[in-house]
């Protein structure tokens, strides 16, 4: 059972265009949502995180965007840029076991020059 | 601070043998999670710990996975005997309790079990 579910295996997008990642859950109890890159050889990163009381929280070039009718969340990236290239995973936690994050598949962005 | 350490990079094994995958997490962090990665279901939580005690071992497939935390500075993940659907890349990460923010991995070990 998926509870975070990321359905796009893979995105590719031209350099300075916007990339949008996508995410939605199930669980009503997750009130915090991360999400992390991953490039080839190494482990996840911590990228972005955004809290339920929240519907967007931005860092430069990255937003998230949190919809909790929709169980949903986004990633924005932009511009992107060639070293965004990784794969991504959007993550989810409940504040009872608030430690325990509950990760997706994982998305492939490429961005092609 | 050398980042959470994982040993070996890469394992392979031949099916039936006994794997012995090892962690060592960021100096002060009380919590450690043993993390399993699969193109199907991406990243499956298997088991983790605070303060060395284990809290949540539901996502352990079977009885033929252990892990345990003798001390803060080091963890074991053992699957005895391997099996090929055991391949995988296997990431352990840590965090504080005390925060919602994001783990800190490790790099992983890729393990082939033919």
């Known amino acids: 059972d998926q509870q975070v579910k990321q359905n796009s295996p893979s995105l590719s997008v031209q350099e300075g265009r916007i990339s949008i990642l996508n995410c939605d859950y199930t669980n009503s109890m997750f009130d915090y949502f991360l999400w992390y890159k991953k490039y080839p050889a190494e482990g996840p990163t911590f990228l972005i995180s955004i809290s339920s009381i929240k519907d967007k929280n931005e860092d430069g070039r990255f937003t998230v965007f949190l919809n909790k009718s929709a169980k949903h969340l986004s990633l924005h990236i932009v511009p992107s840029q060639p070293g965004d290239s990784a794969v991504y995973f959007c993550a989810a936690s409940a504040r009872q076991g608030a430690q325990k994050l509950v990760f997706g598949q994982g998305t492939r962005l490429t961005i092609n020059p | 601070d050398a980042g959470v350490i994982q040993s070996p990079r890469h394992e392979v094994t031949e099916m039936g043998q006994e794997v012995t995958l090892r962690c060592k997490p960021i100096s002060g962090h009380n919590s450690l999670f043993w993390y399993r990665q699969t193109m199907m279901r991406g990243l499956e939580l298997l088991i983790y710990f605070n303060n060395n005690v284990p809290i949540d071992d539901s996502g352990m497939p079977e009885d033929r996975f252990s892990a345990k935390m003798p001390n803060a500075s080091f963890s074991t993940l053992k699957i005895q005997p391997s099996e090929p659907r055991d391949s995988a890349v296997y990431f352990c990460?840590?965090?504080?309790?005390?925060?919602?923010?994001?783990?800190?991995f490790g790099s992983g070990t890729r393990l082939t079990v033919v």
């Open positions: 990460a840590s965090s504080w309790t005390g925060g919602r923010g994001g783990y800190t």
